[in-house]
C-alpha cells in the first residue's frame, strides 16, 4: 500500500464506520451507477477523514474519470442517476427510521448506506472535470465574462436545504403577524438536521428563534442573462454542471438526516455498553458494531480511544478493507508535506468575483468557529452547511478543493462573497492571523504579511 502511487483528492468530517462502507461501495457499488470501482485510502483522524486516490491502472482516478465522462456524453446518464440516487435514498431513510425499532435491519441498513455513499465521489469527479472542460471553453472569454455565463447557465433549479430554508424565512417576515414562537418550532421540525452532515449537532428552537429574532434579508445574487454566444457543448456542461450541483446537496441532505435519525439507535446501544454515546459508536467498524449487538462487547473501548487520534483504512487489492496503525500512517502523510515557507501566494478557480483584503482563518470544523470574527478570510479544505454562520460572516472563501458545484461555490455565488475554490494547497501555505489578499477577479490569494 505504501508503495502505490496515490494522490490527495478531498476531506470531509466523517465516522469510521461510513469510511469503511465508502470503501466498500467503491468496489461493490459502483457497476449499479454504471462505473467501475475505484480504490481508496482514507485516514482518519478524530472526526475528520482525508481521502487519497490511486493514481494509475484499474481501479485509479483516472480509470474511473474517463468512465464517468463517457456517461455523461450519453443524453439519458444523468437523468438515470438521478432516479437511481432518489430511489436508494428513499430506502435508506426507510431503513434509518426502522432500525431503531428493528435492530436486525442492521445489515440491510449498512448496505444501502454503502450504496449511496457512490454519489461523493461521482459528483466530486464530475463537478472536477466539467468545471476543467467548461474554464478551457470560455478561454477567450474575460474574467468578469466567464462568471456570468457560469453563474447564470450553472444555477440548479431546485433550491439546496438551506436556500428553502431562507426562502422560507423571508416569506414569514412578509406576512402581517408572525407569531415567533410557533414559526421556530414549524421551521426545527423541517430543517433542524440542515447542519448534521455525519457527525454534527443539529440545530435547536433556540436556533431558530434568534434567527426570527434578528432576521435581515439576505443580498441574494441577481442572475440575468449574458449576452454572450456560447457553443453547446459548452451550454450541455454547464447544465449539466447544475444537475450535479443539486444532486450533491440532495446527497447531503440525505446523510444529514439519516445520520440524525440512527442517533438514539447508537445511544442505546452504547448505553447497554457502558460507552459514552453515539460518538464512541462512530469511531468502530461494521463487525465491531454486530459484536456490540451480539454482546461480544469486551474490546471496543481500546480501540475507540485508540482511534481518536488516527490511522488509516485502505481498499486491500486483494479484497476487503484494510488497516494502516499510526506508524505506517506517518509513513504515508509525510510524502504529501509541502514546505509552506516556499510559497507567498496561492491560486484556485474562481468561483464568485471580487477583491478583498482580511486576516485568514483556518476553519476544519465547528470547533474553529467561535474564533472567527467579521470579515475575516474563511480559509478551509472544504465547507459544508454547517459553515454557514461564519460564511455570512466572512469577507471572501478560499479552500483546498472543490469545482463550480461545490458547497463554497454555491454560498459564495448565492451571498456573492469572492471566492476562490481548488487551490489544493491553501490550508498548508496560509496560517490563522495571515493578512492576505483574495483577489478572485484573478484566482489568486496573496500572503501581505
Keep these: 500500500i505504501l508503495n502505490r502511487k496515490w494522490e490527495y483528492f478531498i476531506s470531509r468530517n466523517l465516522t469510521v464506520w461510513h469510511d469503511e462502507l465508502s470503501l466498500i461501495g467503491g468496489v461493490k457499488h459502483y457497476p449499479i451507477y454504471r462505473l467501475p470501482k475505484f480504490y481508496q485510502l482514507r485516514i482518519h483522524h478524530h472526526n475528520y477523514s482525508d481521502f487519497y486516490q490511486l493514481k494509475g491502472g484499474e481501479g485509479s482516478h483516472l480509470y474511473f474519470q474517463e468512465s464517468l465522462r463517457r456517461n455523461f456524453k450519453k443524453p439519458g ?180 438526516q ?77 510524502k504529501f508535506t509541502i514546505k509552506a515557507a516556499e510559497f507567498q501566494k496561492v491560486s484556485g478557480t474562481t468561483a464568485n468575483r471580487g477583491k478583498i483584503k482580511g486576516a485568514v482563518k483556518i476553519v476544519n470544523s465547528s470547533k474553529d468557529f467561535n474564533k472567527f470574527n467579521q470579515g475575516d478570510i474563511l480559509v478551509a479544505k472544504m465547507t459544508s452547511v454547517d459553515f454557514i454562520p461564519i460564511m455570512k460572516k466572512a469577507g471572501a472563501f478560499v479552500t483546498d478543493e472543490g469545482g463550480l458545484a461545490c458547497h463554497a461555490a454555491i454560498i459564495a455565488r448565492e451571498y456573492n462573497k469572492p471566492c476562490i475554490i481548488g487551490t489544493k494547497i491553501a490550508t498548508q501555505v496560509l496560517k490563522n492571523g495571515d493578512l492576505v489578499e483574495v483577489d478572485a477577479n484573478k484566482g489568486i490569494v496573496k500572503k501581505l504579511t
Design 258 to 334: 439519516t445520520n440524525l435519525i440512527i442517533r438514539s439507535f447508537w445511544d442505546k446501544l452504547a448505553k447497554n455498553h457502558k460507552l459514552s454515546d453515539w460518538r464512541d459508536i462512530n469511531f468502530l467498524l461494521t463487525t465491531e458494531i454486530f459484536d456490540l449487538i451480539g454482546n461480544k462487547a469486551d474490546y471496543q473501548k481500546k480501540l475507540i480511544k485508540q482511534r481518536q487520534d488516527f490511522f488509516a483504512l485502505y481498499n486491500a487489492f486483494s479484497g476487503g478493507v484494510g488497516l494502516l496503525d499510526k506508524k505506517e500512517t506517518f509513513k504515508f502523510i509525510n
Design 77 to 256: 446518464y444523468i437523468k438515470f442517476l438521478e432516479v437511481l440516487y432518489k430511489k436508494q435514498s428513499r430506502e435508506l431513510l426507510r431503513l434509518a427510521k426502522k432500525l431503531p425499532g428493528k435492530p436486525d435491519l442492521l445489515k440491510n441498513f449498512f448496505d444501502s448506506y454503502s450504496k449511496a455513499t457512490c454519489l461523493l465521489h461521482i459528483s466530486t469527479v464530475a463537478s472536477k472535470f466539467l468545471t476543467d472542460d467548461i474554464l478551457r471553453s470560455l478561454k477567450a472569454l474575460s474574467e468578469q465574462e466567464r462568471h456570468e455565463v457560469i453563474s447564470y447557465y450553472s444555477r440548479p433549479k431546485q433550491l439546496a436545504s438551506l436556500q428553502q430554508l431562507d426562502r422560507e424565512v423571508a416569506k414569514l417576515f412578509k406576512a402581517k403577524k408572525l407569531n415567533i414562537s410557533k414559526a421556530a418550532e414549524q421551521l426545527a421540525q423541517k430543517y433542524n438536521w440542515i447542519p448534521v452532515n455525519f457527525v454534527g449537532e443539529p440545530w435547536g428552537l433556540d436556533y431558530f428563534i434568534d434567527r426570527l429574532k434578528s432576521y435581515q434579508p439576505s443580498r441574494h445574487q441577481i442572475y440575468l442573462k449574458p449576452k454572450i454566444k456560447i457553443s453547446q457543448k459548452t451550454l450541455i456542461n454547464l447544465k449539466l454542471l447544475g444537475k450535479i450541483s443539486y444532486l450533491n446537496e440532495y446527497r447531503k441532505a440525505v446523510f444529514s
